[in-house]
T-cell receptor
């Protein structure tokens, strides 16, 4: 089966750094995705990792360790608008096979 | 502008009354899919399609139908909606082998 775990909720302070972890157990692996979703809105793509290591994109970075089945999303210089749910998703097979989503981590940024 | 368009955005209906939620994309993507999102359960895939006339069940297909007669459209059909299908629905598309999916704005469905 496929299983993706991430914390349900996190709270962090404006201007700080927060790390959202994701662990996965899937029958195969062909990429890990992070999406941001504001309440009631569509998910929007943040990052994609298929090889081990860190991918940096502005204030957001994503890390992957395939041997550990582990990823994290790092958000720096937090802003109030970063309050949202962050979804970890894995593509378990090659080709354009369906993504398996975690249940999401709801991040609240406080002043 | 590249986009995935769902209609309607909001719908309240009664049990048993057939309905269709439309989804259209303008990016010539081969791959399209439907998800439902419920509190505490996250996004769960209902059906997906790799190309025209090719559809497959996702994790929660019961009570739903889809069709893919044209590349740009992927409607979701509820033949006899029930209250447990009250949910937030998202359509998504991507190119085959693509590294990101584009989501529609969502359809909030309430079945009473």
């Amino acid at each position: 089966g496929q299983n993706i775990d991430q914390p349900t909720e996190m709270t962090a302070t404006e201007g700080a750094i927060v790390q959202i972890n994701c662990t996965y157990q899937t029958s195969g692996f062909n990429g890990l995705f992070w999406y941001q979703q504001h309440a009631g809105e569509a998910p929007t793509f943040l990052s994609y990792n298929v090889l081990d290591g860190l991918e940096e994109k502005g204030r957001f970075s994503s890390f992957l360790s395939r041997s550990k089945g582990y990823s994290y999303l790092l958000l720096k210089e937090l802003q109030m608008k970063d309050s949202a749910s962050y979804l970890c998703a894995v593509r378990a097979h090659s080709g354009n096979t369906p993504l398996v989503f975690g249940k999401g981590t709801r991040l609240s940024v406080i002043a | 502008e590249a986009q995935v368009t769902q209609n309607p955005r909001y719908l309240i209906t009664v049990t048993g009354k057939k309905l269709t939620v439309t989804c259209s994309q303008n990016m010539n993507h081969e791959y399209m899919s439907w998800y439902r999102q419920d509190p505490g359960l996250g996004l769960r895939q209902i059906y997906y399609s790799m190309n025209v006339e090719v559809t497959d069940k996702g994790d929660v297909p019961e009570g739903y139908k889809v069709s893919r007669k044209e590349k740009r459209n992927f409607p979701l059909i509820l033949e006899s909606p029930s209250p447990n299908q009250t949910s937030l629905y998202f359509c998504a598309s991507s190119s085959l082998g693509g590294t990101r999916a584009f989501f529609g704005q969502g359809t909030r469905l309430t079945v009473v």
